[in-house]
């Protein structure tokens, strides 16, 4: 099975910031990466698929890149809706792996 | 809208097994393929099964397989996962999620319920 792993697990940061989380593949997934955003008590809702594709109706402050093993999420002016759990998932084997996810605090 | 409602979570004991329902509305249910995802408390997320979207195709997490069973009735827009031989580590809220394209299935998930929580214990 493919695994995923993301870091940090978790990161403090500021109303304004630029702010990064990376997600490896122990194998190639190629383009097949996909980002979710998940707040307490609440669903996941997709941010990024594709490794760069923008759901519609999220902020473009949210971009995704990588291809291959490596991945990244970047939101850039961080906002305070922004402050929630994310998640990459492969969709490249039918085995749809998560990472352990990247909590987003408030600094 | 695309609307996903799931139902028959409960607290059942080990080794029982228990029923989740997910009914879809606002989207053509029959055109898409359809997930499970489960949560457990404070933890991440963890894919269950897929169905494509005639239930031909059927496909498990290994931490599942053999015990779960998922389907769909395409005539009545709803989603099936039969749960049995429970284990206290199937404990989770359990969420129905859309595939983001049509057939085949891109495991992408781009519409959830709310979920419903499971508990499995004595």
């Known amino acids: 099975d493919i695994q995923m792993t993301q870091s940090p697990s978790s990161l403090s940061a500021s109303v304004g910031d630029r702010v990064t989380i990376t997600c490896r593949a122990s194998?190639?997934?190629?383009?097949?990466l996909n980002w979710y955003q998940q707040k307490p008590g609440k669903a996941p809702e997709l941010l990024i698929y594709?490794?760069?594709r923008l759901e519609s109706g999220d902020p473009s402050r949210f971009s995704g890149s990588g291809s291959g093993t490596e991945f990244t999420l970047t939101i850039s002016n961080l906002q305070p809706e922004d402050f929630a759990t994310y998640y990459c998932?492969?969709?490249?084997?039918?085995?749809?792996?998560f990472g352990g996810g990247t909590k987003v605090e408030i600094k | 809208q695309v609307q996903l409602v799931e139902s028959g979570g409960g607290v059942v004991q080990p080794e029982r097994s228990l029923r989740l329902s997910c009914a879809a509305s606002?989207?053509?249910?029959?055109?898409?393929?359809m997930h499970w995802v489960r949560q457990a408390p404070g933890k991440g997320l963890e894919w269950v099964a897929l169905?494509?979207?005639?239930?031909?195709?059927?496909y498990y997490a290994d931490s599942v397989k053999g015990r779960f069973t998922i389907s769909r009735d395409n005539s009545k827009n709803t989603l099936f996962l039969q749960m049995n031989s429970l284990r206290a580590e199937d404990t989770a809220v359990y969420y129905c999620?859309?595939?983001?394209?049509?057939?085949?299935?891109?495991?992408?998930?781009?519409?959830w319920g709310q979920g419903t929580l499971v508990t499995v214990s004595s």
């Open positions: 999620a859309t595939d983001k394209v049509p057939a085949p299935p891109g495991g992408c998930f781009d519409n």
């Open positions: 606002g989207f053509t249910f029959s055109r898409y393929g």
């Open positions: 169905i494509w979207y005639d239930g031909s195709n059927k």
């Open positions: 194998q190639s997934i190629s383009s097949y």
């Open positions: 594709g490794a760069s």
């Open positions: 998932q492969q969709s490249y084997s039918t085995s749809h792996t």
